[in-house]
């Protein structure tokens, strides 16, 4: 924000941050209590754009993929 805030009209929040993130990945996700959570059906498109970034979640170099997290859902 420090550095870009003034190349734009609005006020740059992590609230809009997020949602331009989701909208360029093509993620929807829906409102809990505890922020925006991404749906169980959109877990496939979560496995492309780890594979697609080369993002390896809970594993080492030296261990195979770990796949991602399990979502905590309420």
Sequence with gaps: MD?????????????????VIRSK?????????SGYVIQPEELPKIDRLYERYGIRIGASEDEPDAGHPEPDFP
């Design 25 to 33: 990945l093509q993620l929807r996700a829906v409102r809990a209590s």
């Design 3 to 19: 550095r870009h805030g003034d190349e734009y009209e609005r006020k740059i929040t992590t609230k809009w941050i997020g949602n």
